[in-house]
């Protein structure tokens, strides 16, 4: 059994997404190459639903994870709302037929134009960050006629016990207003024009693989709501952000359904469970469901080291580079040699580009390889360094595979650019 999703496995041999075989897919379209699976995306979305049927729900799916316009198609489909951190992102939401009453707007960094174009469009909530934003969010919806919805993302203090670089909910994190610093600015919320104070957030982290941070995390938040409350400002709805991880390796986080019965079934009793409970899965929804396909250009052995050069690199997927991210790289058609360890990197010009380190791998040159459990935060980090274009994508559902973005041609990535 490979690690991540069912959806991915092999038949005869052969790796399979759906009923596609990776080679296949490959040939067609080329390297690198992202898969996605429809089923596998559509699945992840169902184990959330099943936990919250029946409440008042909204899942806001958070598309820095993956931002195709094809998967914000399916979520918009399938009834989802977004987590949006930019205005490029809300025109993304917009392109793929995502209704923008259904938005939740985070980030700590929102310029005016941003708000703006939010208000014009009517997102449903802005989760502001600090009193700061507070105040230039009331300039800007009072100069433009119009009210804004926020909720306040408070920070809890709590360790989501995660990668350094993903925690975003401990005391000296940029993100949210500090837990004792948060009923001072309800109040500064609820006496500024142009503001109605709809609800209160926290997102902790991701890749977050045990329950028990986000019970902290939630206590604290209802600690506060019951304060927020008696001070006679409502709020309507829990926002308990994103953050669930998925299996890469041996990981083995909570379902989506068990973590978010057991946070509804504190909510009751604590009796908060008549309230909107809204959440903003990323990972969780699209990781598991995408594997990156590349072509092994050349193997270099050496005395130290055996290297493993592919066609995909660090500006394709960053994660391994960037947090040392462990990813399962498995061959696209097995082979009945022995394996050998190799590092696998990529052409970029840094020796930071790597995809994996010290893996088994009986390959040949020409061979493909897949990285798996790149749904998520792969694409979506990808860059042009060293003028690479960025790959192709390609959604399978069963038998079908469909072209979802065009793989980068060069002169796509200097137009725009100006010679003196
Ligand atoms: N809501 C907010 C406010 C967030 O900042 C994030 C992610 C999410 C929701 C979704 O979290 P998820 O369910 O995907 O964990 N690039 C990193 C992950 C960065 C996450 C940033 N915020 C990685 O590759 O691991």
Redesign the pocket.
């Known amino acids: 059994m490979l690690p991540g999703s069912p959806y991915v496995a092999y038949r005869d041999a052969r790796l399979h997404v759906e009923g596609c075989a990776l080679d296949d897919l490959a040939a067609r379209f080329g390297t690198p190459l992202y898969v996605y699976s429809r089923a596998a995306m559509l699945a992840a979305l169902a184990d959330y639903q099943r936990a919250l049927a029946g409440r008042e729900h909204l899942i806001c799916y ?1 598309l ?2 993956n931002s195709n316009l094809a998967v914000l198609q399916l979520f918009a489909r399938a009834g989802c709302g977004f ?1 949006i ?1 930019s205005g490029g992102e809300l025109e993304r939401v917009i392109a793929a037929g995502g209704d923008p009453a259904k938005v939740v707007f ?1 980030g700590v960094g929102k310029t005016r134009t941003e708000m703006r174009r939010a208000l014009d469009a009517g997102v449903m909530c802005f ?1 502001v960050e600090s009193v700061a934003e507070l105040e230039v969010l009331s300039q800007v919806a009072t100069a433009a006629g119009a009210t804004a919805s926020v909720s306040l993302r408070v920070n809890p203090d709590v360790d989501p016990r995660t ?1 350094p670089y ?1 925690s ?1 909910g401990l005391k000296g994190n940029k993100f949210g207003i500090a837990h004792d610093e948060a009923l001072a600015a309800y109040r500064r919320a609820a006496s500024l024009p142009g503001l109605a104070v709809q609800g209160i957030d926290f ?1 902790i982290g ?2 977050i693989v045990d329950t028990g941070p986000y019970l902290d995390a939630l206590d604290r938040m209802l600690d506060l709501v019951e304060s927020v409350e008696a001070a006679g400002i409502a709020l309507h709805h829990l926002d308990l ?4 991880g998925i299996t890469y390796t041996d990981e083995r986080p909570p379902s989506a359904e068990a973590l978010v019965g057991a946070l509804l079934a504190r909510i009751d009793e604590r009796g908060h469970g008549k309230r909107r409970i809204l959440l ?5 929804l699209v990781g598991n469901a995408g594997v990156l396909v590349a072509e092994v250009l050349y193997l270099k052995p050496s005395a130290v080291r055996n290297f493993c050069i592919v066609d995909a690199a660090m500006n394709d997927l960053l ?1 391994p580079a960037m ?1 040392e ?1 462990w990813m399962a790289i498995v061959p696209c058609a097995q082979r009945n040699t022995p394996a050998q360890t190799y590092d696998v990197v990529g052409p970029v010009c840094e020796s930071g580009d790597w995809l994996g380190r010290e893996r088994a791998l009986a390959v040949e040159p020409g061979d493909r390889v897949a990285v798996l459990s790149a749904g ?2 792969a694409m979506s ?1 990808a860059s042009n360094y060293n003028t690479r274009g960025r790959a192709a994508e390609v959604m399978v559902s069963g038998t079908d595979a469909r072209l979802i973005r065009d793989r980068e041609q060069p002169h796509e990535l200097f137009r725009g650019e100006h010679l003196l």
């Open positions: 958070a820095k994870a987590d951190v985070s989760n990668h993903i975003t997102h991701s890749q952000g994103g953050g669930l903003e899965p990323g990972r969780s994660r947090y991210a998520a935060y980090m």
